[in-house]
């Protein structure tokens, strides 16, 4: 039997969210992430923003440029998106054993045998929409295929509110006519090259001699285009707990070097990332920052701490130390996030010369964690929420 595996994306998650609990924003173009009149970001959009061109990592004076006066502005509320995050994959993990949170806002799952139990790999996928919406009310964009990257690009076709099976022997087809930014790993410059060549979809790299693609590429990019090309792709879905690491990156639309941008966008990939070693009940002990610099040089460094972590905020500031520290600061850059790794195999020994409180392990973020989780059980869930404060 073949390995069938599912890609659940939640549309315009942030957006969304917002969207669901304030009806009178549904309908209307709404952005989250940086106030009007401040440097930053947008984290993601609603739909109905996205229709003027605006989309995630955009800078946010370029966003209210092209949006209408009616536009909704948001800061970012990550402790409501994680718990709703928290609620869709328990829904998930109702569904299939191996579930592989990859954001806060998708997974795969291997859904190899549901057959059975559900029914065909589209009954499956409506399920799976059906048990979200019934949980969260949001909509999810659903691909289903025989291994991890036509999963993904099968629930990127239909977006929003998706639903798409790719059955092995229908690999091909799906796969000819989409743009050659369809394949992991041909950026800018990659595409550039194979354009060069005349090729302009993956059916056109496909019918091209690994050799030639070797040749134009390396040896390594151009056998993976190669491959993926051809439909051949892992088909592995690793749980959290077996993950090695935990990262999250983002591309932006264009070379970046406003150093507010680059520092709401590495906050927003901490706040992600320690989502996700929370949700795997993980901590680890090295933080990788990733920059790719016009125009196509990438760099990665890291460093150990000294004690483990899942919290944001020393994700975030460990990165950004990286950033500062790095001889490459001030150059325009393509790419940028961070990743954890390092996970702590056994009880972490105390500073023994620290103070009681957090020898015991209550150090002062986790005790003002566990307060903020108090208030909200006790008086709601948006009733207070943590700060974000800006260095001058």
């Not at 996928?125 to 691909?143: N, P, W, Y």
């Not at 800018?188 to 050799?211: F, H, I, K």
């Not at 993976?224 to 077996?242: F, Y």
Request: aromatic residues 4%; contains cysteine.
């Amino acid at each position: 039997m073949s390995r069938l595996v599912m890609h659940v994306d939640l549309d315009a998650f942030y957006a969304a969210v917002e969207q669901r609990d304030r009806p009178e924003w549904r309908g209307r173009p709404l952005v989250v992430g940086a106030e009007p009149g401040r440097r930053g970001v947008v984290a993601t959009c609603s739909y109905e923003a996205r229709r003027f061109g605006v989309h995630s990592a955009m800078p946010i004076a370029e966003a209210v440029r092209r949006l209408p006066a009616e536009t909704v502005y948001v800061r970012p509320d990550m402790a409501r998106y994680a718990e709703v995050s928290r609620d869709i994959m328990r829904v998930l993990g109702t569904l299939s054993p191996l579930v592989e949170p990859v954001s806060i806002d998708e997974a795969y799952l291997d859904v190899s045998g549901l057959e059975r139990l559900i029914g065909p790999p589209e009954v499956v996928a409506r399920h799976a929409k059906a048990a979200i919406h019934a949980a969260v009310g949001l909509t999810a964009s659903v691909g289903i295929g025989p291994n991890r990257l036509i999963a993904k690009l099968a629930s990127d076709a239909r977006k929003p509110d998706g639903l798409l099976v790719v059955h092995p022997e229908e690999v091909r087809a799906f796969l000819d006519p989409l743009p050659l930014a369809a394949l992991r790993g041909v950026g800018a410059v990659t595409a550039r090259r194979l354009e060069q060549a005349g090729l302009r979809t993956v059916g056109d790299v496909r019918c091209r001699p690994l050799e030639d693609l070797r040749r134009r590429l390396g040896a390594r990019t151009g056998t993976q285009v190669h491959l993926q090309s051809n439909g051949i792709a892992d088909d592995r879905v690793h749980p959290a707990t077996e993950r090695q690491s935990i990262s999250k990156e983002t591309t932006f639309a264009e070379d970046v070097v406003d150093t507010d941008v680059l520092r709401d966008t590495l906050r927003w990939a901490a706040q992600e990332v320690g989502y996700l070693a929370r949700h795997a009940a993980r901590k680890g002990a090295v933080v990788t920052l990733k920059i790719r610099l016009h125009p196509f040089e990438t760099h990665t460094r890291s460093r150990t701490l000294a004690a483990p972590t899942a919290e944001d905020r020393v994700i975030f500031d460990t990165a950004w130390d990286l950033y500062r520290a790095d001889t490459h600061a001030g150059r325009a850059v393509r790419l940028i996030g961070l990743g954890l790794s390092g996970w702590a195999q056994t009880p972490v020994q105390p500073d023994l010369f620290a103070d009681k409180d957090t020898r015991e392990g209550n150090h002062p973020d986790d005790r003002l964690d566990a307060t903020l989780d108090a208030i909200r059980l006790k008086f709601g869930r948006h009733c207070i929420q943590r700060g974000l404060a800006r260095r001058p």
